[in-house]
């Protein structure tokens, strides 16, 4: 089995998996800054590293979202998809850019969107047909 057929097969969880990540690094961004700014005085950066760390989060979800929108069930999963994925990468590319100001805490509606959908999508929206989705949500 490839590695594409395989994360295509996983997309659900590589996808909630690297937004719950994401979640992760953006909660725990303001915690280590501070602490290094405890031993650092009057160094207000973060290493290049960490800084790339968003933009590898945003590759692994794209194509958790791509893949898994080819194989849900589910129009709207479709759409709720791709709309948190391009609000995720609309606020991480606006900080790294600084088109608008937004609120730095905007980042987690749409990682916490992105888990909770790739977690639902895969355990009631994974099938050929509608029959395996709830049967209250429409398409």
């Known amino acids: ?37 405890g031993h650092v005085h009057g160094h207000h950066t973060h290493p290049f590293w960490w800084g790339l760390i968003d933009l590898f989060f945003i590759a692994i979800s794209f194509m958790a979202v791509y893949w898994s929108t080819k ?7 479709k759409w709720v998809l791709w709309i948190s994925w391009t609000f995720l990468a609309f606020i991480i590319l606006n900080e790294k850019l600084e088109w608008v100001p937004l609120a730095e805490a905007l980042i987690y509606i749409p990682s916490i969107a992105l888990v909770v959908f790739h977690l639902y999508n895969r355990k009631y929206c994974q099938c050929g047909g509608s029959e395996c989705c709830t049967p209250t949500l429409k398409d």
Request: aromatic share 10%; hydrophobic share 50%; charged share 10%.
């Open 1 to 37: 089995m490839g590695i594409s057929l395989k994360f295509s097969a996983r997309s659900d969880i590589w996808g909630s998996l690297a937004s719950s990540l994401c979640l992760v690094h953006c909660l725990a961004t303001p915690l280590l800054f501070a602490v290094h700014a």
């Open 71 to 77: 194989n849900t069930s589910k129009n709207w999963m």
